[in-house]
């Protein structure tokens, strides 16, 4: 039998559960009453834990799950839906979830969504804009929008058609069926089913695996990935980790010397590569 994985505290929040084994963070969704649905207060933790994630250079990769065993995340909290968008403390209506879904996709670092239990509404949007998906054998996957009066046309649909393709992708958004965790896996919904027990311990594995391989390639391949699809925003992405690359180089150091030391550059010495 192995050993519990390990936790340690990095922030404490409201409604999530922030923690770190190693190099590995997980940002937990921490309302199992209502299936991890999110309010706006969740999704803003959330995005700051991401953020901290980005920040910290000891944090290779991240964890995006639920507690309780029963749910990922059931989207967006119905019960404080206000006109225009979801309602906080502050009674302003938000959909900052996009926000999330943003950051998911550009930390320059491999995000994993661990799925026990229901992925459904805003919740499935936010495992489909991960890096990669484990599933436990109890979780259900599916969207909900036309039923509840909502949709999410950007990575909700363009990006779920790329995953699963365009057929497929129409059945989930127009029919709001439930498909299992083998169904999922079947569709190239997600990377691996196991048994809800094998589900931490797998995703820690994967996540080990991760940590052995150069950063900078997996973060070059990350953004290379989201290159093809995004359009002028992912192509600053991906020209923003050339020019990081770049700055690490004698030959830029040499501009940039150059011009604090007021005299002109020398490239001269530096290869004209074929
Ligand atoms: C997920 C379910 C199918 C599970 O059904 P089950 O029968 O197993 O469980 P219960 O229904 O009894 O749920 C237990 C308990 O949790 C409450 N709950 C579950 N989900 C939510 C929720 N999303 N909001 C509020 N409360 C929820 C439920 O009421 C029960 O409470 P009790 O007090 O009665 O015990 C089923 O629960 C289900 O279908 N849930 C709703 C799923 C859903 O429709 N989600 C919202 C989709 S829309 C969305 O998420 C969304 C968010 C955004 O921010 C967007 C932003 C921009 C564009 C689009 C967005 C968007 O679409």
């Not at 403390?89 to 999330?100: F, G, H, I, T």
């Not at 995953?163 to 990377?191: H, P, S, T």
Request: net charge neutral; hydrophobic share 40%; charged share 20%.
């Amino acid at each position: 039998m192995p050993e519990p994985i390990s936790w340690t505290p990095i922030k404490e929040f409201k409604e999530i559960l922030f923690t770190q084994h190693g190099g590995i963070a997980k940002i937990s969704i921490n309302r199992p009453q209502v299936h991890n649905a999110f309010t706006p207060l969740t999704v803003q933790e959330m995005i700051e834990a991401m953020n901290l994630c980005r920040d910290r250079t000891d944090i290779g990769v991240i964890i995006l799950t639920g507690e309780g065993g029963r749910a990922f995340c059931s989207g967006g909290d119905q019960s404080v839906r206000g006109h225009g968008g979801y309602v906080g403390e502050d009674a302003v209506p938000r959909l900052n979830v996009l926000d999330l879904q943003r950051i998911i996709r550009t930390i320059p670092k491999p995000v994993i969504a661990m799925v026990a239990g229901w992925a459904i509404g805003g919740g499935h949007v936010l495992h489909v804009v991960c890096d990669l998906t484990i599933a436990a054998d109890n979780a259900r996957f599916g969207q909900t929008g036309p039923n509840v009066g909502s949709f999410d046309g950007g990575f909700g649909a363009s990006y779920l058609a790329r995953v699963v393709g365009q057929k497929k992708a129409r059945e989930i958004w127009f029919l709001c069926d439930q498909y299992d965790a083998q169904e999922a896996l079947d569709m190239g919904l997600v990377n691996k089913v196991v048994p809800l027990d094998k589900l931490e311990e797998t995703t820690v594995a994967w996540c080990h695996k991760i940590l052995q391989k150069s950063p900078l390639s997996l973060r070059m391949l990350k953004s290379s990935f989201n290159a093809e699809l995004d359009g002028q925003a992912g192509i600053q992405e991906l020209a923003g980790n050339a020019t990081l690359l770049y700055y690490l180089s004698d030959e830029a150091k040499e501009g940039r010397n150059a011009y604090m030391e007021k005299r002109q550059p020398d490239f001269s010495k530096f290869p004209k590569f074929p």
